[in-house]
Structures are given as C-alpha cells and as structure tokens.
C-alpha cells in the first residue's frame, strides 16, 4: 500500500523512510522495535489546510509504516505538526524541542517517546541521505 498523499511533501520523505525500514534485516527491525515499543501517530497539515495521518507502528512485529490511523493499535505519542515543518524536522534543518516550545508541534501522549523517534529518524536518514522531494 502506498504511503504517498498528494500535496504532502512529507509523504515522499515517510515512504524512504519506510523503505529503509523494509530494506533492514529482520533482526535489524525487531532490534529497532524493542528500543522504541511505541506507536507513533503522525496528523500532518499541508499549505492547503488539508490534513494527512500516518502511523508509524514500532511496537509490534517488525515495525510498519501506514497511511492513515490503524484500526486497534492504539498510538502511544500523537504529533500534530505541518507539513513543511515535519520534513525539516526529518532532514534536521529544524529543532524539535524548539518547535514544540514555539508552539508549531503539538504532542499528546509519552512525550518522551518523541526522543525515540529521533534516534530512528537519524539512522535512517544515515543510511540513506534521504531528502524529502520538494
């Protein structure tokens, strides 16, 4: 199932990160899965005003990306955040404790479970340079 959302920009960066999660040896994503144990929710608002959901599920099994909310898998951290912001908050071109202290990130939740998040983010991102296309 595609991951991709017309008129997000942080789609294409969530489908590279999802494929280099694929692309891991199972041990390599149950070893991700056991640092994490959480499930994140990811309600991302474009320039239009329009709303996009992913969930990242790296709680369960070998960790899973998907588009929209999951049916019984309830999220431990939801991020309630802007499209333009998410993608430069991945590339680490924006600081997270500072946007949320700025009010551009909302979060409910195991706050903490945010810093998980980061560590996931930056191996990826390691591994594939990946850049959102803008």
């Known amino acids: 199932m595609s991951l991709a959302v017309e008129g997000f920009k942080s789609s294409a960066l969530l489908t590279q990160i999802d494929e280099h999660l694929k692309g891991l040896s199972d041990a390599e994503r149950q070893d991700q899965v056991k640092k994490v144990k959480g499930i994140f929710q990811f309600n991302v608002k474009n320039n239009a005003g329009q709303?996009?959901?992913?969930t990242f599920d790296l709680k369960t099994g070998n960790g899973e990306m998907h588009k929209g909310v999951v049916a019984g898998k309830k999220p431990?951290?939801?991020i309630d955040l802007k499209d333009d912001d998410f993608v430069a908050l991945a590339e680490g071109k924006a600081n997270g404790q500072?946007?949320?202290?700025s009010g551009k990130i909302k979060v409910k939740?195991?706050?903490?479970?945010?810093?998980?998040?980061?560590s996931v983010l930056n191996a990826a991102k390691e591994k594939t340079?990946?850049?959102?296309k803008l």
């Open 129 to 132: 340079g990946f850049k959102a």
């Open 51 to 54: 709303t996009a959901t992913w």
């Open 109 to 118: 939740g195991a706050i903490m479970m945010a810093t998980k998040l980061d």
């Open 98 to 101: 500072k946007l949320f202290m």
């Open 76 to 78: 431990d951290i939801t």
